[in-house]
């Protein structure tokens, strides 16, 4: 399997890390959810404030990650989460808001599709139409139930992948961490971009959409993201796309890259996926108040 392509970079020159006053721009790097991370901050008191929010980072990725014994992996083993975290509520939430938005593109209960194919394509084959068949009827939005009391399934079997919205809300709890603190002026990247306030140089924060011949969204106060059918593959030709469309079981995609800035990282994630299998006039029908622009390459 083809790894995840980065569609989005800050342009970090001299323009964007000036020293200001007595304190300079810290810049920090990692990973969250598997992806690049970076924090850009100019504050005094960057490095406690940056552990901070790293430490935050640690801590929602012990709920959503499917690389760790987390909630989600526990929910997706035993079929239901007893007592779930404020946090995955929240984000189940904006899901199903999210979900009927977009008439069932955007789905986390793909997760036993992916799996399937991951599966197929690790032996070198591609499952056939009575294999998907007979994994997409353990998927379903509708067949998630949570309360503050416990997130369950109607089916068993059945199981859900966070990814293509969980980097947005992350980087949407770090910039409230941030705000919390009282700092106006912050750059937060977990895989998707959310940005308070300015950069350092006064003007907002400059992210480069890649394959746009160098288009730059101008962030402040607001998040960008950007989802692409071959960003990641199942196979080592890079034909079999990763996003997949819970309506039919199968890879699909109307655009080679979605961009999509709004006011919120997760509004931003979770769109750019399901926008990526909706036609235009689709994504007109399903606008939100909260999405600033949405930028499609054919």
């Known amino acids: 399997m083809t790894t995840r392509r980065r569609f989005l970079t800050i342009l970090a020159g001299a323009s964007i890390l000036p020293t200001l006053g007595s304190a300079t721009t810290t810049s920090w790097h990692g990973i969250a959810l598997g992806a690049e991370a970076q924090i850009l901050l100019e504050h005094s008191d960057a490095d406690a404030l940056i552990t901070q929010a790293v430490a935050e980072i640690d801590r929602l990725e012990g709920l959503f990650s499917l690389r760790r014994d987390s909630q989600l992996t526990r929910l997706n083993r035993m079929g239901k989460l007893a007592a779930p975290a404020p946090e995955m509520l929240e984000l189940l939430s904006i899901c199903s808001m999210l979900n009927a938005?977009?008439?069932?593109?955007?789905?986390?209960?793909?997760?036993?599709?992916?799996?399937?194919?991951?599966?197929?394509?690790?032996?070198?084959?591609?499952?056939?139409?009575?294999?998907?068949a007979a994994v997409k009827a353990r998927t379903g939005w509708n067949n998630v139930q949570f309360s503050p009391l416990e997130v369950s399934f109607a089916k068993p079997g059945m199981a859900l992948t966070l990814n293509g919205i969980a980097q947005g809300f992350i980087a949407d709890?770090?910039?409230?961490?941030?705000?919390?603190?009282?700092?106006?002026?912050?750059?937060?990247?977990?895989?998707?971009?959310?940005?308070?306030?300015?950069?350092?140089?006064?003007?907002?924060?400059?992210?480069?959409?890649?394959?746009?011949?160098?288009?730059?969204?101008?962030?402040?106060?607001?998040?960008?993201?950007?989802?692409?059918?071959?960003?990641?593959?199942?196979?080592?030709?890079?034909?079999?796309?990763?996003?997949?469309?819970?309506?039919?079981?199968?890879?699909?995609?109307?655009?080679?890259?979605?961009?999509?800035?709004?006011?919120?990282?997760?509004?931003?994630?979770?769109?750019?996926?399901?926008?990526?299998?909706?036609?235009?006039?689709?994504?007109?029908?399903?606008?939100?108040?909260?999405?600033?622009?949405?930028?499609?390459?054919?």
């Open 101 to 132: 938005r977009t008439k069932g593109a955007f789905d986390p209960s793909i997760q036993p599709l992916w799996a399937l194919y991951a599966e197929n394509a690790a032996a070198g084959t591609q499952p056939d139409a009575k294999q998907i």
């Open 173 to 298: 709890k770090v910039a409230a961490l941030f705000r919390a603190q009282g700092i106006r002026n912050v750059l937060v990247n977990t895989g998707e971009f959310m940005a308070l306030g300015n950069a350092p140089d006064g003007a907002p924060w400059p992210v480069k959409i890649a394959n746009t011949d160098g288009r730059v969204v101008p962030l402040s106060n607001a998040a960008v993201a950007t989802s692409a059918p071959l960003g990641t593959t199942f196979d080592d030709s890079g034909a079999l796309g990763h996003i997949l469309d819970p309506r039919t079981g199968q890879p699909g995609g109307h655009w080679s890259q979605v961009t999509v800035a709004a006011t919120t990282a997760a509004t931003a994630d979770g769109l750019s996926t399901a926008f990526c299998l909706m036609s235009a006039d689709e994504i007109k029908e399903a606008h939100l108040d909260a999405v600033l622009d949405v930028i499609t390459l054919t």
